[in-house]
């Protein structure tokens, strides 16, 4: 019994950590262009030398 009050205590800091650190990189815009960064791997950069003059 005297481990789970030790071990809720260290669960609810780790989550609240967790939480801190998402809420963070949210405010950093982390998150703004998803489908920008999926396609961006598609791209092959060789390709787009040859097409330019």
């Not at 789970?4 to 669960?11: D, F, G, H, K």
């Given at each position: 019994m005297t481990s789970?009050?030790?071990?809720?205590?260290?669960?609810l800091?780790?989550?609240l950590i967790g939480l801190c650190a998402f809420f963070w990189a949210l405010r950093?815009?982390?998150f703004v262009?998803?489908?920008g960064?999926?396609?961006r791997i598609?791209?092959?950069?060789a390709d787009e030398a040859d097409?330019?003059?």
């Open positions: 789970m009050a030790v071990l809720i205590p260290i669960a800091g780790m989550g950093r815009g982390q262009d998803l489908d960064a999926a396609a598609l791209i092959d950069e097409r330019q003059p």
